[in-house]
Nanobody, 122 residues
Framework: QVQVVESGGGLVQAGGSLRLSCAAS????????MGWYRQAPGKQRELVAS???????NYADSVKGRFTISRDNAKNTVYLQMNSLKPEDTAVYYC????????????????WGQGTQVTVSP
């Protein structure tokens, strides 16, 4: 079984920064894409940023230039550096990871973290 745990959320004033971390652990034979999603009350969950195993990234238009996603493959960890935060960034942020959790098959499963609250005050 694989566990995905996020950390780093909190309360910050507009213009401030936060760094989220997400570590996957357990029965892991490889990790493909990792990403961050967020969901605000009354809205659908949306992709914030994702990163492939090779380091290719993509971002939602609303966070381009402000957020940076990165990963440490040795630690099975993905990070989200959030700068110039805005009140509209307030949401629960969820980490996910596409994990190869079987051997010798190449089947993968997507795991989600429990979410971490990010609140940006005006």
């Amino acid at each position: 079984q694989v566990q995905v745990v996020e950390s780093g959320g909190g309360l910050v004033q507009a213009g401030g920064s936060l760094r989220l971390s997400c570590a996957a652990s357990g029965r892991i034979f490889g990790v493909n894409n990792m990403g961050w999603y967020r969901q605000a009350p009354g809205k659908q969950r949306e992709l914030v940023a994702s990163i492939s195993s090779g380091g290719s990234t993509n971002y939602a238009d609303s966070v381009k230039g402000r957020f940076t996603i990165s990963r440490d493959n040795a630690k099975n960890t993905v990070y989200l550096q959030m700068n110039s935060l805005k009140p509209e960034d307030t949401a629960v942020y969820y980490c996910n990871a596409d994990v190869r959790d079987t051997w010798p098959s190449r089947i993968t499963s997507v795991y989600w973290g429990q979410g971490t609250q990010v609140t940006v005050s005006p």
